[in-house]
């Protein structure tokens, strides 16, 4: 195939995507794939059309609804490298995506790294003008502040209550949302619909978990650290998730206590999977020998 030549303002006929050159030229981009960096462009991209929409959020902050299908047909790669691409903007702080659940594509917040500088420089500044601040604004009238820590302390005995079930709420839903987004829920949803019953049961039993006033969990019989039991719970990923839905499905035997061999499953996934699909390969290699 023969291709032409650009003749003047020619190049200025194509659309393009925008990829910001501190992806390329930044120390702290400097791990980020090539990929990954060009799939940022592409959602970037995407938020013009979200402003012209208007998809905001209560607070004001442009989403994008981008699934991982989208994501496949628009790199031509497979579940996979999608999965892992998303996750590798998460990781660097690029993206953040929110689930909704019943079966609605997460929300997709793409992170304007750029403002740090600009925040660095904002709060800077106010830390310089503080001291004239303070001066400037104290008050000539001692009444005044008398009434507002009067005021102040009223409300916070009145809503104190209402304020500890806000903050454990706060913390729940916190969880819920790393936990929907860390294990990739929508695509575990598509690969295994059958199972959505039991897909949602992990994620609650994640979350009632690390969510747990306990100094001690009990693993397969043996109480562990919750620190200990929590910090490894939060390194799963979807690839556990399926490892332990399989084991799920091959296992004949009853289960008496589902809940506690679900945590035992969870807990221990990330160093059993791997030995277990090792075990599974040598003996299919055994077996056509």
Same mark, same amino acid.
């Given at each position: ?47 013009? &059309? ?13 989403? =994008? ?9 628009? &790199? ?12 590798? &903007?998460?990781?660097?702080?690029? =993206?953040?995506?929110?689930? *909704? ?12 790294? #750029? ?5 660095? #420089? ?5 830390? !310089? !003008?503080?001291?004239? #601040?303070? =001066? ?7 009444? *005044? ?56 049961? =992990?994620?609650?039993? &994640?979350? !009632?978990?690390?969510? #747990? ?70 003996? !299919? ?5």
């Amino acid at each position: 195939m023969t291709l032409d030549y650009f003749y003047g303002q020619a190049g200025e006929l194509f659309s393009f995507f925008r990829i910001p050159k501190a992806l390329f030229q930044e120390q702290r981009f400097q791990d980020l794939s090539t990929d990954a960096k060009t799939l940022y462009g592409i959602l970037l991209d995407r938020m013009s &059309l979200s402003v012209k929409n208007e998809w905001f959020d209560k607070k004001g902050r442009v989403f =994008i609804i981008f699934t991982i299908e989208d994501v496949k047909r628009t &790199l031509r790669c497979a579940d996979n490298k999608a999965t892992r691409l998303l996750r590798e &903007l998460e990781g660097f702080g690029l =993206i953040e995506r929110k689930r *909704r659940g019943q079966g609605k594509p997460c929300l997709v917040y793409v992170k304007n790294f #750029s403002a740090e500088s600009s925040k660095e #420089s904002v709060k800077n500044r106010d830390n !310089d !003008d503080s001291c004239g #601040s303070k =001066i400037a604004c104290q008050d000539p009238v001692k009444s *005044r502040g008398i009434k507002k820590k009067e005021t102040k302390t009223e409300m916070n005995n009145t809503n104190l209550i209402l304020s500890d079930e806000s903050e454990k709420m706060k913390n729940r839903e916190l969880f819920e949302e790393y936990f929907s987004c860390s294990l990739e829920i929508d695509l575990l949803l598509r690969l295994y619909p059958d199972d959505e019953d039991t897909i949602y049961q =992990i994620v609650n039993l &994640l979350v !009632d978990t690390c969510d #747990s006033k306990r100094k001690l969990i009990r693993i397969a019989g043996d109480d562990k650290p919750a620190e200990v039991v929590c910090s490894r719970l939060k390194k799963l990923n979807a690839d556990h998730i399926r490892f332990v839905l399989n084991c799920l499905a091959e296992n004949t035997s009853p289960i008496r206590n589902m809940k506690q061999y679900l945590l035992a499953a969870l807990f221990n996934a990330p160093t059993t999977m791997q030995l277990y699909y090792q075990n599974k390969v040598n003996h !299919d290699l055994a077996a056509r020998r």
